[in-house]
């Protein structure tokens, strides 16, 4: 039998420590689907995604009822659909709506994939593929869309990091009446991991099976409760808490992955570590660093904590799954978690700021609001110094920024629901435009040449 | 299959009735009760065989929220797996 501490943890974190699995992405390869014309290759796609998830949403529905806990968002990520429409790249579009029918019609929340991969160099394909981005982003509801532009074993491709700046405004540009809400759904990494289940960096990697289950697990409020009941411990003794915290949430999330990989008829993939906050108040990984002792997210200190976090929750979840992948650690998206608003609204932290924890943390600079004249190359420039970190200190990095058309600092955009809100963050006004324009390739650090 | 039941609340006269002649009318069997008065809190936890209901796990669950509300109680009902993974190495 059960002993009750036990169980009403359980049932305390649920209720009222916002503990959920986020998400439960069936990666799915689109690979077999290619035939010679785009028309039969979309049909082929849509096809595939429709049957291969049909059941995901009942199946995630049932689980959340069987074992009591909330699954957040039911989720689709397809092979780099750049490689997918390589002969073809002037119809990616055509993709773009096969992919985003079939999510609307299984019922998912997002669809991730509208991707390409171009850390080393940028095939004629590739650039038209990604010229498509706007207008696909613009012109569907639920495709996600990703860019991977270095790693550490190639370096950083700065012809593509120059694009991205370029691609980024004109996403928001061609959803300006949606306060560039194109942005939220596009990520440009290093280092990009191919079993992400977390959007909307998600992408099926072509090394991995035909379909595949990752689940990502969250859980900062359970990590916040867990501190706050030990205020006086000092921070070896708070680094215990957070792995045991975390091997609890992580338990959960192998038990939700193997049993949902089971009843989809699916591989198990791998369980995604990840602190994941919403806005919703309680839920929010920088009020964990804050229980730690600071004042605000932000302040001196912040990044050491963060570092601690990050580095407790792989410990714990390590042990408690058997797969392990995807970005597995704390995410910092600022217009998504009530600490990182309420901090940049009062002027408390910056885009420096957020620069340096994205070295010790997953992933990136994340749901940053910019004001709409932020120019290309400054956002190419912005790109360039995370993959840089990324590249350097081998993990990925990445960023999500959105220039909202026609608001400046001071001002704020609001995505509403999990996207939440964010005020407009100042950048630099000195100019990287030579550098940008130099283009060329960064090459690989040095102790990428492992062999 | 095992579930657990949890019954939170406050204290009033015939809760463990009600809940178990639900549980007798759905074909679930109890195998283990423990409750106890935390704060004035009622506290229950069961240990049930589903091996014989008449309902699937998920709407079992769903009807024990709706009981829980009529009685002004907590209920759940929850494959005992979750707890197993998340309270045992």
Do not use: W
Not at chain 1, 225 to 241: G, K, Q, R, Y
Not at chain 1, 426 to 433: F, I, T
């Amino acid at each position: 039998m059960f002993n009750y501490s036990d169980v009403l943890e359980t049932i305390d974190m649920v209720e009222r420590e916002h503990l959920d699995i986020r998400t439960i992405t069936m990666g799915i390869s689109l690979l077999p689907c290619i035939r010679e014309s785009a028309e039969s290759t979309a049909k082929r796609v849509y096809d595939k995604v429709c049957s291969k998830a049909e059941n995901i949403v009942k199946v995630a529905d049932e689980l959340s009822k069987e074992y009591g806990i909330p699954i957040v968002n039911k989720r689709v990520s397809v092979t780099p659909v750049s490689l997918i429409c390589a002969a073809f790249p002037q119809k990616a579009p055509l993709l773009a709506k096969a992919l985003d029918d079939a999510a609307k019609v299984v019922g998912i929340d997002f669809l991730g994939g509208y991707s390409a991969l171009v850390h080393k160099g940028t095939a004629d394909y590739e650039k038209q593929f990604i010229m498509s981005i706007p207008e696909a982003l613009a012109s569907t509801q639920k495709l996600c869309s990703s860019v991977n532009i270095g790693s550490s074993k190639s370096g950083i491709n700065m012809d593509a990091v120059a694009l991205m700046g370029d691609i980024i405004r004109q996403t928001a540009s061609a959803t300006a009446d949606k306060d560039g809400f194109g942005c939220a759904k596009l990520v440009v990494f290093c280092n990009a991991v191919e079993d992400n289940p977390f959007m909307a960096g998600a992408f099926h990697g072509v090394g991995e099976g035909d379909t595949v289950i990752n689940v990502g697990v969250s859980g900062p409020g359970v990590v916040q409760h867990a501190i706050e009941a030990i205020p006086e411990a000092n921070l070896t003794d708070l680094s215990e808490m957070i792995k045991r915290t975390a091997f609890k949430i992580t338990r959960a999330g192998q038990l939700i992955a193997k049993e949902a990989a089971t009843r989809l008829n699916a591989q198990f993939g791998i369980v995604d570590l990840s602190l994941a906050p919403t806005p919703a108040r309680g839920d929010s990984v920088a009020q964990i660093l804050e229980e730690m002792g600071l004042e605000s997210v932000g302040t001196h200190g912040t990044t050491a904590c963060l570092a601690m976090l990050n580095d407790a929750v792989k410990k714990g979840g390590v042990m408690a799954s058997s797969r392990v992948g995807g970005l597995s650690g704390a995410f910092i998206p600022v217009s998504e978690d009530i600490g990182m608003i309420e901090a940049a609204e009062k002027g408390n932290i910056n885009l420096d700021k957020l620069e340096a924890m994205t070295a010790v943390c997953s992933v990136g600079l994340d749901m940053i609001a910019l004001p709409g004249d932020t120019s290309a190359a400054t956002i190419s420039a912005i790109i360039a110094d995370e993959a840089a970190i990324g590249m350097i200190n081998n993990k990925t990095t990445a960023v999500r920024v959105i220039p909202v058309p026609g608001k400046g600092v001071g001002e704020e955009v609001n995505f509403g629901g999990l996207l939440g809100r964010a005020p407009i963050m100042a950048v630099h006004n000195q100019s990287s435009n030579k550098f940008i324009a130099r283009g060329g390739l960064i090459p690989a650090p040095i102790h990428s040449n492992k062999n | 299959m095992r579930a657990v039941v949890t019954v939170i609340g406050k204290d009033k006269t015939g809760i463990i009735a009600k809940v178990s002649t639900f549980l007798s009318e759905k074909g679930v069997n109890i195998l283990d009760i423990s409750q106890t008065i935390l704060q004035e809190y009622f506290a229950m936890i069961m240990l049930v065989d589903l091996s014989n209901s008449k309902e699937k796990l998920a709407a079992l669950a769903d009807e024990c929220g709706v009981m829980g509300e009529k009685i002004g109680m907590s209920i759940h009902l929850q494959h005992e797996d979750i707890f197993n993974a998340m309270h045992s190495v």
